[in-house]
């Protein structure tokens, strides 16, 4: 069988589930069409698994699950590591085909989205090597120490804004704590999971220890969290879904880690370094044309400098270019499906009717040559909404930001934490004091000051309200992928 990574993707062909280390078409063999959101042109055809699919999935996972757990801890370190770098020696069809199937430029999943699945496996192939539990001593009378112990099968189920880069960054630690996984990426952006399937094989990871099956989430997705056999489930997407999930998790008391949305508020002080503040924020606005759960939405300014960011900002904007993926010099693509595009344009009418006033954008684009069926959306910048509007209180998911303006801090805070989402927030000051007492108050998993996307691994990664529940990261994953032991031992 020819190489699936040396695919060249330039004529439609069928993806398949990967199961006990083989490739395998849907049990019900059938499948759905999977289209390039900046041509249209359909890409490939995905397995429209079912239940019968997670029941041969699960088996595979148990039968493997006693020859993971029982490796050593330098064994599943080589293997992931290996994983890591068949991932990098394949960088650009890895790139390729994630631009192909995101829509995002293949510039950023070269230098972004697949280094750092690589980064994923790489970082958690040494969490192996280094986790350790703690012991506590009972002063002569006993002591306890605790023991990590692997769950068994989970399920680790991503979205499609960041395929590979999420899809690695839940199976690494999985598998690194010495669990057999069953894991699907979004029905929307199958590509790059396909293709970790194969590096998989040639890393030596053995028949069974990552299933990956493809397919809709009412269906393979529902399905795989409901089983009886899953002993948790780590999952990456939208608040309602999470919502859906934690319904039939909880009675189960399956273990849960959910990722989910964010409305983030791009704080910006009059006493900030204004050329950073702007340049960085065209990328919390506009990287993956703003398809980012961390994008800054919401940016607020303090009003003596309102108008002065405004027009520095929407000059930049004015130099984007948006177009074809694959063209080196484009800043903004597609997005990604033909669905999210009308989603996205539907929020910007209701922006409209909200009283909001477009100050660039605001529509669709249409992009000569091979991409004139794309789904490109030019950059949008919304003011004059109040605050507690839909466009300012629900995520939008796409290349549109509005403007707020405050007067102090406390109005800053207000209007920050004024929504049912805290998952991150940025915040521009030079005033040190200040940055600290912004980030003691924001309701956010993470702030940033100066900064935005910068992260360390080994940092707790996750929401508050209803951006999510548990922490990814570091020893949280770890944790969140062993169940704890104490054992006592009296003096
Ligand atoms: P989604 O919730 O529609 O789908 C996510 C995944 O869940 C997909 O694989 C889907 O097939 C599956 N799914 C859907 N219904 C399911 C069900 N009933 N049971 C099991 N699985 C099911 O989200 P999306 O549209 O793919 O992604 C966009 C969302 O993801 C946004 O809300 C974004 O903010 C969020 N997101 C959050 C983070 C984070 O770290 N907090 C990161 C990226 C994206």
């Given at each position: 069988m020819k190489s699936i990574i040396e695919r060249t993707f330039d004529t439609p062909f069928a993806i398949q589930n990967f199961i006990d280390g083989k490739f395998v078409d849907s049990v019900n063999q059938m499948n759905f069409e999977n289209i390039n959101p900046a041509t249209g042109a359909m890409l490939c055809t995905v397995p429209d698994s079912d239940e019968k699919d997670v029941q041969k999935a699960i088996l595979a996972a148990q039968k493997a699950f006693p020859v993971w757990k029982n490796k050593s801890n330098e064994e599943r370190f080589r293997i992931l590591y290996v994983i890591a770098q068949g991932i990098m020696e394949n960088l650009d069809r890895f790139a390729l085909a994630e631009s192909l199937d995101t829509g995002k430029p293949l510039s950023l999943a070269k230098s972004v989205d697949i280094p750092r699945s690589a980064q994923n496996f790489e970082f958690f192939a040494t969490a192996t090597m280094q986790f350790a539990s703690e012991s506590h001593d009972m002063e002569g009378v006993a002591l306890n120490y605790t023991l990590r112990k692997p769950l068994g099968v989970v399920a680790c189920i991503s979205p499609w804004n960041l395929p590979l880069y999420l899809f690695s960054w839940k199976i690494a630690p999985a598998l690194a704590a010495g669990n057999c996984v069953v894991a699907k990426p979004s029905e929307v952006t199958p590509l790059t999971a396909y293709l970790l399937g194969e590096i998989c094989q040639k890393a030596g990871l053995p028949d069974g220890v990552l299933n990956i099956l493809h397919g809709f989430g009412h269906r393979v997705g529902a399905a795989l969290i409901a089983h009886p056999d899953i002993k948790a489930i780590s999952f990456t997407g939208g608040t309602a879904t999470g919502k859906q999930i934690a319904s039939v998790a909880a009675p189960q008391f399956k273990k849960l880690s959910l990722e989910l949305g964010g409305k983030n508020p791009n704080i910006i002080f009059a006493d900030a370094d204004l050329d950073q503040a702007i340049q960085t924020t065209i990328q919390s606005s506009f990287r993956n044309q703003g398809q980012i759960c961390l994008c800054g939405s919401r940016i607020l300014i303090e009003s003596s400098i309102y108008e002065q960011f405004k027009s520095r900002f929407l000059e930049k904007i004015g130099q984007l270019k948006v177009g074809n993926?694959?063209?080196?010099?484009?800043n903004v693509g597609a997005v990604v499906s033909k669905n999210h595009f009308h989603k996205v344009l539907d929020c910007i009418e209701l922006a409209k009717a909200e009283g909001g006033k477009i100050l660039t954008g605001g529509n669709s684009l249409k992009i000569e040559g091979n991409c004139e069926n794309g789904y490109f959306i030019a950059p949008t910048v919304i003011e004059g909404?109040?605050?507690?509007c839909r466009t300012n209180m629900?995520?939008?998911?796409?290349p549109v930001v509005t403007l707020q303006s405050f007067d102090n801090e406390e109005e800053a805070l207000t209007i920050a934490n004024g929504t049912n989402y805290g998952l991150s927030a940025t915040v521009w000051t030079q005033d040190i004091k200040k940055a600290h007492r912004m980030a003691n108050r924001l309701e956010a998993g993470i702030v940033w000051v100066n900064t935005w996307?910068?992260?360390?691994?080994r940092t707790p990664f996750g929401g508050v309200k209803q951006s999510g529940v548990g922490r990814e990261g570091g020893w949280e994953a770890m944790r969140f992928f062993t169940d704890a032991k104490n054992v006592v031992i009296k003096y």
């Open positions: 993926p694959l063209d080196s010099m484009t909404l109040p605050q507690h629900e995520e939008i998911f796409g996307m910068l992260r360390d691994l």
